[in-house]
C-alpha cells in the first residue's frame, strides 16, 4: 500500500515550457486535491476532483488545468511555465470530501521555473 | 472561504504539554475541524479532526469549544519530533482550506 504518489520528486523549467505532474493513489479514494505551497507559507488549493468525472477549481487554478484520469490518478498540467509557478506542489486524497475523513498527502513536486 | 487563525510560532519544552489555539469563527454547524502538521521538506501529515464533541488518538487531543468558534490541538507530552508546523483548517464544501499554521519548535 503506498498511498499518495508524485512525479517527478523535481522539476526545472524554462519559461514557456509546459509539464503534467503526476498524482496516483492506491487507498480507492474517491475525492482528490492539488495544493500548491510557496517558500515559509501555507498550502493553497489549486484544483480538486470530488469524484471521478468531475473537477473544480480551488483558490489559486489560474495557468494550471486537470484530468481525473481515473479514481486512481489525478494530473495537474502547466500549459505555459511561469517563474511565479516555481513552488513545491502537493497531490492529497480521501475517501470523501465531506470532511469526516482524513486527507493523505503525497510527498510533493518541487518545480523550478527559470 | 473558509479561514482560520493561528500564532505564528509557539515554543515547548520537551515531555511538557502543549495547547495550540485556533480562530475559526465562520465555522458552520456541519463543518469538521481539522489538524495536520509538516515536518520540514515533508507532505502534511493528517493529525486529528471532529466535529462537535473532543476527541483522541494516539497522537494528540482536539478540544473544541461548544459554539465551534475555536478550538485547540493538545499534545500530551511534545517531543523533539513534534517540532512541525500545524494547520488547523476545516472542510467547507468538500474542500479544506489551509492558513499559515503554527511553527512548533521543542526544546530539550
Known amino acids: 500500500n503506498a498511498g499518495v504518489t508524485q512525479t517527478p520528486k523535481f522539476q526545472v523549467l524554462k519559461t514557456g515550457q509546459s509539464m503534467t505532474l503526476q498524482c496516483a493513489q492506491d487507498?480507492?479514494?474517491?475525492?482528490m486535491y492539488w495544493y500548491r505551497q510557496d517558500p515559509g507559507m501555507g498550502l493553497r488549493l489549486i484544483y480538486y476532483s470530488a469524484s471521478e468525472g468531475t473537477t473544480d477549481k480551488g483558490e489559486v487554478p489560474n495557468g494550471y488545468n486537470v484530468s481525473r484520469l481515473n479514481k486512481r490518478e489525478f494530473s495537474l498540467r502547466l500549459e505555459s511555465a511561469a517563474p511565479s509557478q516555481t513552488s513545491v506542489y502537493f497531490c492529497?486524497?480521501?475517501?470523501?470530501?465531506?470532511?469526516?475523513?482524513?486527507?493523505?498527502f503525497g510527498p510533493g513536486t518541487r518545480l523550478t521555473v527559470t | 472561504d473558509a479561514k482560520t487563525t493561528q500564532p505564528n510560532s509557539m515554543e515547548s519544552n520537551e515531555e511538557e504539554p502543549v495547547h495550540l489555539p485556533c480562530n475559526h469563527s465562520?465555522?458552520?454547524?456541519?463543518?469538521?475541524i481539522h489538524w495536520y502538521r509538516q515536518l520540514p521538506s515533508q507532505g502534511p501529515e493528517y493529525v486529528i479532526h471532529?466535529?462537535?464533541s473532543n476527541v483522541n488518538n494516539r497522537m494528540a487531543s482536539l478540544a473544541i469549544a461548544e459554539d465551534r468558534k475555536s478550538s485547540t490541538l493538545i499534545l500530551h507530552r511534545a517531543t523533539l519530533r513534534d517540532a512541525a508546523v500545524y494547520y488547523c483548517t476545516y472542510n467547507q464544501g468538500g474542500k479544506l482550506i489551509f492558513g499559515q499554521g503554527t511553527e512548533l519548535s521543542v526544546k530539550p
Open positions: 492529497a486524497s480521501t475517501l470523501k470530501g465531506t470532511g469526516g475523513y482524513e486527507q493523505y
Open positions: 465562520t465555522i458552520s454547524g456541519t463543518d469538521y
Open positions: 487507498m480507492n479514494h474517491n475525492s
Open positions: 471532529g466535529l462537535t
